[in-house]
């Protein structure tokens, strides 16, 4: 008799990346429904210093006849929606959620959708709304910071003839004020534009550092053609003796030849300032020259230091290497939104897997990174879980250690342009998967 014994162990250094892991598996709660309604557009979460959320999103009245107002609740079971704002017989659009402490603020544009706008900006429960400009044109869509002692608020308007022209305005006003004063462009459609005559800009987002003194913002430039659109940066200084911000030199995060669009900003608690965005590439389609295939990557890069990370001119990092869709009926693109808090900085985007040109099913996909963006979670984690096409996340992450997000839900039927409700789920941030070695072991009989 002989015995024979072995050991064998493997340890994997790199491990292979298993996409999409439940988010139901770190114990994240049940998706909720908090409209009812079937027809919402493009949710809108804040968060409170108690970790409270709060949802709002634009939809048509329960009235025959009534127009799109806006709507909000309360993120939680059992919660019935209010009328933040109905207008009558102008539609109502856009809606943006902030909190400073347990105070809400809230903007939004309303008018003829097709036509122009205002937008609107009201303190929850404190008065009546305000006319922060008014007309609007095209896709304007008002972002608002909380400030020091004010608040801040950005957002697009182009020239009346032309809806792909924008500027970028900007305006602020004190917490105490009344009005606001007349905002003023800060970077017109062609400055950053590679064909001037063409140029416009459009989904701006913004973020303050931890003093408050300095903004970081971020666009999506178009220029003539389709293939042109990128990403651009700028930072801000606050001047106390001016009452506004001045601008440093316009940046180009986006590489060369790429088509980026769809970005978001964040600043975590080391003032490190985080960017996403949407790298579109075509992939030709067989059975139609004329409309290719559109496989999406969610790309990011980050300023540390002074540093880019990766540097400028080279292609962003993807946080995840698998490509998503979008199906053909809306949006047609992946939409980003990203928070950060300490060291934590989460981004959550939707899409589905697939070859170019298959079917599928979006969900709200989210991946983590737990010290300012430098590692990130092996996993992808799939953040809806549900078994309607999910879109437009609206992420915030708490104190608490939970993250909270909202999206829009499809609710069943033929015709998906319509019939979409206001879902919101909470949960842990992801944990980190422990890959564990494997150990083999003989043994003597």
């Not at 009926?329 to 992946?334: A, E, L």
Request: net charge neutral; hydrophobic share 35%.
């Amino acid at each position: 008799m002989f015995g024979l014994s072995l050991a064998l162990a493997l340890v994997f250094t790199t491990p292979v990346m298993a996409t999409d892991s439940p988010w139901g598996n770190d114990g994240a709660i049940n998706p909720i429904n908090l409209s009812s309604n079937g027809d919402i557009r493009q949710p809108s979460l804040a968060l409170n210093s108690n970790n409270q959320a709060m949802v709002a999103w634009s939809n048509l009245g329960d009235q025959p006849g009534s127009t799109r107002g806006i709507y909000m609740s309360q993120a939680q079971a059992g919660a019935t929606p209010v009328t933040l704002a109905a207008t009558g017989t102008q539609e109502a659009w856009a809606p943006n959620l902030v909190y400073r402490g347990t105070q809400l603020y809230a903007s939004w544009v309303q008018g003829n959708i097709s036509q122009s706008g205002a937008v609107m900006q009201q303190d929850v429960g404190l008065g009546t709304p305000k006319t922060v400009m008014a007309p609007t044109y095209g896709d304007t869509s008002p972002k608002l910071l909380v400030g020091e002692d004010r608040l801040h608020i950005f957002f697009t308007s182009a020239l009346p003839t032309e809806f792909t022209k924008a500027n970028l305005y900007y305006s602020n006003r004190l917490f105490s004020a009344e009005q606001w004063p007349a905002p003023t462009i800060i970077i017109t459609h062609a400055q950053a534009s590679p064909t001037p005559r063409y140029g416009g800009i459009w989904h701006p987002q913004a973020a303050l550092s931890s003093d408050k003194r300095t903004v970081h913002l971020v666009w999506e430039q178009a220029g003539g053609t389709l293939d042109v659109i990128s990403v651009w940066y700028v930072q801000g200084q606050w001047q106390t003796a001016s009452n506004s911000f001045s601008w440093g030199t316009l940046t180009r995060i986006s590489p060369a030849n790429q088509m980026g669009v769809r970005p978001k900003i964040a600043v975590d608690g080391a003032n490190r300032v985080h960017i996403t965005w949407v790298e579109q590439q075509f992939i030709p389609n067989p059975g139609d020259p004329n409309k290719p295939f559109t496989m999406q990557y969610i790309n990011y890069r980050r300023l540390e230091g002074g540093q880019w990370s990766p540097a400028l001119g080279q292609v962003g990092m993807r946080l995840d290497n698998q490509a998503v869709q979008v199906n053909t009926y809306r949006p047609t693109w992946s939409t980003i939104s990203m928070d950060a808090l300490g060291n934590t900085v989460c981004v959550a985007w939707h899409g589905y897997r697939g070859d170019p040109g298959d079917s599928g099913v979006e969900e709200i996909l989210m991946r983590c990174s737990k010290d300012g963006g430098k590692k990130w979670d092996d996993w992808v984690t799939n953040a809806s879980q549900t078994t309607g096409l999910s879109f437009f996340p609206s992420m915030k992450l708490g104190t608490n250690g939970q993250v909270y997000l909202a999206w829009e839900e499809h609710q069943g039927g033929a015709v998906y342009t319509t019939n979409y409700d206001a879902f919101f789920r909470q949960g842990p941030v992801p944990r980190e998967k422990v890959y564990l070695p494997l150990t083999l072991r003989g043994f003597r009989p």
